[in-house]
T-cell receptor, first 113, second 111 residues
Framework: EPEVTQTPSHQVTQMGQEVILRCVPISNHLYFYWYRQILGQKVEFLVSFYNNEISEKSEIFDDQFSVERPDGSNFTLKIRSTKLEDSAMYFC???????????FGQGTRLTVV | RKEVEQDPGPFNVPEGATVAFNCTYSNSASQSFFWYRQDCRKEPKLLMSVYSSGNEDGRFTAQLNRASQYISLLIRDSKLSDSATYLCVVNPDNAGNMLTFGGGTRLMVKP
């Protein structure tokens, strides 16, 4: 069964450092997303990406964040100058065109110290 | 008012029991609805989409009531493996593909 894969599974970084979280969406999917879940809280939308550009973003997704599809398979989330409150599980997801059924990767647990 | 609201539970039920969860959503223009399941510290996994006519998948039945803006999930013959958090998820306006998640309802099925 095709799946979304994310690396690394756990990232520890110092406050102020930059991190890049990586994702390989399901191969025939055209919509890509990043969500985050702070421990004990609900899953929150960050950004959606289609046709090589951001299609939607939430108020959480400020100038500190950026996304990129550097090649035909990877989809990355960059967080510049990380803050303690960025500590969360970050989920990548993808969906086929024309449907909003999204399939999630196993997540990257980001810990900012 | 929260966009998607769920009773956090936990619902503690014995194996074999039938359990039902409800969820309410605030945006009447919402078009797409889903139930996801999330195990502790794992990713959300799609359980089922929710259609206007209601739909069933094995032991799971989902219903949508647009007039009252609520969605339900019924689980029959509960298994130990059903223990998880069930997330009610809504696409608020169908203009984009973002999903809005409820806080989840925790289910614990006991032997």
């Amino acid at each position: 069964e095709p799946e979304v894969t994310q690396t690394p599974s756990h990232q520890v970084t110092q406050m102020g450092q930059e991190v890049i979280l990586r994702c390989v969406p399901i191969s025939n999917h055209l919509y890509f997303y990043w969500y985050r879940q702070i421990l004990g809280q609900k899953v929150e939308f960050l950004v959606s990406f289609y046709n090589n550009e951001i299609s939607e973003k939430s108020e959480i997704f400020d100038d500190q964040f950026s996304v990129e599809r550097p090649d035909g398979s990877n989809f990355t989330l960059k967080i510049r100058s990380t803050k303690l409150e960025d500590s969360a599980m970050y989920f990548c997801a993808s969906s086929e065109q024309g449907t909003t059924e999204a399939f999630f990767g196993q997540g990257t647990r980001l810990t900012v110290v | 008012r929260k966009e998607v609201e769920q009773d956090p539970g936990p619902f503690n039920v014995p194996e074999g029991a039938t359990v039902a969860f409800n969820c309410t959503y605030s945006n009447s223009a919402s078009q797409s609805f889903f139930w996801y399941r999330q195990d502790c510290r794992k990713e959300p996994k799609l359980l089922m989409s929710v259609y206007s006519s209601g739909n069933e998948d094995g032991r799971f039945t989902a219903q949508l009531n647009r007039a009252s803006q609520y969605i339900s999930l019924l689980i029959r013959d509960s298994k130990l493996s059903d223990s998880a958090t069930y997330l009610c998820v809504v696409n608020p306006d169908n203009a984009g593909n973002m999903l809005t998640f409820g806080g989840g309802t925790r289910l614990m099925v006991k032997p």
